[in-house]
């Protein structure tokens, strides 16, 4: 991974995690449900975003490498593997 890739993942990451304390927080405070509620739903789409992030990262860096070393039948059974466990949500 890129270090500027790498850095954003990383940042990414700590905004979810921020988040995540801040719906902790909320429900040790019994704030309203429908404002936890919002709030987990930003905590999704952070994570998703995430998700996408990385895949996109993964295919411009791993699976060109596996493609140019003649590996395909690795690259597609991972690119599927994501692709089935994507689709479940």
Do not use: P, W
């Not at 500027?4 to 909320?26: P, V």
């Not at 404002?35 to 994570?47: F, M, R, T, Y």
């Not at 690119?79 to 949500?89: D, E, F, H, Q």
């Amino acid at each position: 991974m890129k270090e500027i890739n790498k850095k954003r993942a990383i940042q990414r990451l700590k905004r979810a995690e921020g988040q995540i304390r801040g719906l902790q927080r909320m429900v040790e405070e019994q704030k309203y449900c429908i404002d936890i509620i919002n709030l987990s739903l930003a905590v999704k789409e952070a994570l998703s975003s995430f998700e996408d992030f990385m895949l996109e990262n993964h295919l411009s860096t791993h699976v060109v490498e596996q493609m140019k070393s003649g590996n395909q039948s690795k690259a597609i059974k991972e690119i599927l593997s994501v692709y089935k466990v994507s689709k479940r949500k």
